[in-house]
């Protein structure tokens, strides 16, 4: 028997917020968040719009506590009288009575399970004002912030992640509610594919068709962060997950929104069908990293007759791959090839890494080679390493775990981490957090080896992994003691 291999986007049922609908047989639509202070109304209306006009469909606003969740009508009253149709997200962590107070006012609101009680009613009493006002809810699930009981059981796993979504989806069905978005984040971009898909065949087993919101959390910035984003969505998009997407980036929010334009765009028409047998797929595990060889992930300079190459021409380039690669019984390593025209470097660097992650996440390629002859060949060799990176295959820079930044940022973390990038970027096998906040910056930079993250206004927390070193330093002082630690643990070199 045959399997054939091509692009359908995967079923889940409408969800309306505000005047938009997301799931269906709707177009995927692309968010960002605001980084204003959300009782700064003005500020908050001002930067919505901007976001607006860069084409995103949802804006996100942070609200930790009473002030900022209060600021929410004034900012829906403003919002709408200058004729925005906008939906608007109220994300909230840690207070569910601010959940209560934003649902009042916005068009969904965005709780995390790892910090949302199940034992008093909160649940319930929330879905019965999204029920009354028609608004939505997201489950949006973060790879660092997993409740307490779901880590001392799962750990901090993809199945961990599954284990806290299907607890509140189930909450929902219960509750005969099902206006819910659901979100798999992490700055890990095998975590959070493996999450997703993972969630998918639960979902599948329950009969739940949620819709599922996409992204890689702490990205970075430049075409690095894009290529990072690009991975994690785009190897869930290829094969036909996901309703609404928002790349995170430590850029203005206006930024994000063209690049997830791009990829929503790049992925409208996916033609193609491949066929692999029943027997060669059995080899494929989407939930499992299962690499092929051992062979050392390469860029294209370092091809050696070691390497096949493998090249795709079609229109559904990922799909095309995996029929060829499953169907070839040797075991020689795999360098995935395709021409790309554009002489724009983001554009190239973005459908690249989209249509190249994929196979670099599962295990089935040991190389890349972005064939795009109207860019120079030092560009195209830092796009592959960073492909190969993003994909977590092989490290040749410091790996910057970046937070977008929120109205709970305590710093200027653009300006902080262009800093930070000028005095350790030399450093080749680190990772460091460059984290706003502690809401998710301990647990989402987990796997980081050291850590910067704001603990109150202009005042540093630094970790050696979720180890905390020094406390509540000021920031004009912070990024030297970072070196000194790493110094001191001799992972300093000139």
């Not at 609101?109 to 004002?129: C, D, H, K, Y």
């Not at 639960?202 to 949620?210: I, L, R, S």
């Not at 092929?292 to 079609?314: L, N, Q």
């Not at 096998?429 to 993250?453: F, R, S, T, W």
């Amino acid at each position: 028997m045959a399997r054939t291999l091509k692009y359908t986007r995967r079923a889940s049922h409408e969800v309306v917020i505000g005047g938009y609908k997301i799931g269906g047989n709707n177009p995927i639509a692309v968010q960002s968040m605001t980084n204003t202070p959300t009782a700064d109304v003005e500020a908050s209306v001002a930067q919505t719009e901007r976001i607006e006009r860069a084409g995103a469909e949802i804006v996100r606003l942070t609200a930790q506590g009473k002030k900022e969740g209060e600021a929410l009508q004034p900012i829906m009253d403003m919002l709408r009288s200058h004729g925005s149709k906008a939906a608007i997200v109220a994300d909230i962590h840690f207070t569910p009575e601010i959940a209560m107070i934003a649902a009042e006012a916005v068009d969904k609101v965005r709780i995390n399970p790892g910090n949302f009680r199940t034992s008093n009613g909160e649940l319930e009493r929330l879905i019965a004002i999204c029920r009354r006002r028609g608004v939505a809810l997201r489950i949006g699930v973060n790879h660092g912030s997993l409740a307490k009981r779901v880590f001392d059981i799962w750990g901090d796993t993809p199945e961990g992640m599954v284990e806290s979504a299907m607890e509140f989806l189930k909450m929902c069905r219960e509750a005969d509610f099902h206006e819910v978005v659901v979100s798999m984040k992490s700055s890990n971009t095998p975590v959070m594919v493996h999450a997703y898909r993972l969630l998918v065949e639960a979902m599948q087993k329950e009969n739940m068709t949620y819709p599922l919101h996409l992204g890689v959390t702490e990205a970075g910035d430049g075409i690095e962060g894009r290529i990072k984003s690009a991975v994690g969505i785009g190897a869930l998009l290829a094969d036909g997950i996901g309703d609404t997407l928002r790349v995170s980036l430590t850029e203005d929010p206006e930024n994000e929104v063209p690049v997830g334009k791009m990829l929503v765009e790049y992925f409208r028409h996916r033609d193609g069908e491949f066929e692999v047998s029943d027997e060669d797929y059995a080899r494929y595990s989407p939930t499992v990293f299962s690499p092929r060889t051992t062979a050392k992930p390469i860029i294209h300079s370092e091809i050696t007759d070691e390497y096949d190459i493998v090249d795709a021409t079609s229109a559904n380039p990922t799909h095309e791959w995996r029929a060829v690669i499953l169907g070839r019984a040797d075991n020689r390593p795999k360098v995935l090839r395709r021409r790309y025209e554009e002489s724009d470097p983001e554009r190239v660097a973005i459908y690249a890494a989209a249509d190249m992650g994929q196979l670099l996440i599962d295990g089935l390629a040991d190389g890349v080679w972005i064939d795009a002859p109207a860019l120079d060949e030092a560009t195209v060799a830092d796009m592959e390493l960073m492909l190969l990176q993003a994909s977590r295959l092989r490290f040749s820079r410091t790996e910057y775990i970046a937070c977008p930044s929120c109205g709970r940022t305590l710093y200027d973390i653009q300006s902080t981490l262009a800093m930070i990038k000028a005095r350790t970027s030399h450093l080749k096998d680190l990772k460091i957090g460059v984290m706003g906040c502690i809401v998710n910056g301990p647990g989402e930079m987990a796997d980081a080896d050291y850590g910067y993250v704001g603990s109150s206004p202009e005042h540093i927390t630094l970790y050696r992994g979720r180890e905390v070193v020094e406390r509540n330093i000021h920031q004009s002082e912070a990024l030297d003691h970072l070196i000194e630690i790493i110094k001191r643990d001799g992972r300093w070199h000139d």
